[in-house]
Nanobody, 130 residues
Framework: QLRLVESGGGLVQPGGSLRLSCAAS????????IGWFRQAPGKEREGISC????????NYADSVKGRFTISRDNAKNTVYLQMNSLKPEDTAVYSC???????????????????????WGQGTQVTVSS
């Protein structure tokens, strides 16, 4: 079965950093576009970052650009989200998702769209508070 498992969430003070991991099993992530999403209390899920296999390029939402970095380690079948300069408004459940990419890609010039991704992890809570 194709699975994604997030880890690395927790409580951090404003200005701090966390690195989230998205470990894949049952598939090789180099066949998939990967997106990171978050859902804050009372808000809809939003795409914040993605990485595509088309050319390895990445996209970021304006709210996190310059602070977050997505990366891929094919040897470990894992995608990471490095989160720096965290703000209270970053508090949310963070999820990774994957979509098989072949003739079509899901991270080409825009942030990831939740409805375009078919495989989801359970999410990990990130709380930014002093």
């Amino acid at each position: 079965q194709l699975r994604l498992v997030e880890s690395g969430g927790g409580l951090v003070q404003p200005g701090g950093s966390l690195r989230l991991s998205c470990a894949a099993s049952g598939f090789t992530l180099d066949d998939y576009d990967i997106g990171w999403f978050r859902q804050a209390p009372g808000k809809e899920r939003e795409g914040i970052s993605c990485i595509t296999i088309s050319d390895g390029s990445t996209n970021y939402a304006d709210s996190v650009k310059g602070r977050f970095t997505i990366s891929r380690d094919n040897a470990k079948n894992t995608v990471y989200l490095q989160m720096n300069s965290l703000k209270p408004e970053d508090t949310a459940v963070y999820s990774c998702a994957a979509q098989l990419a072949s003739d079509h890609y899901y991270c080409s010039g825009y942030v990831p769209v939740p409805t375009e991704y078919g495989y989801w992890g359970q999410g990990t809570q990130v709380t930014v508070s002093s």
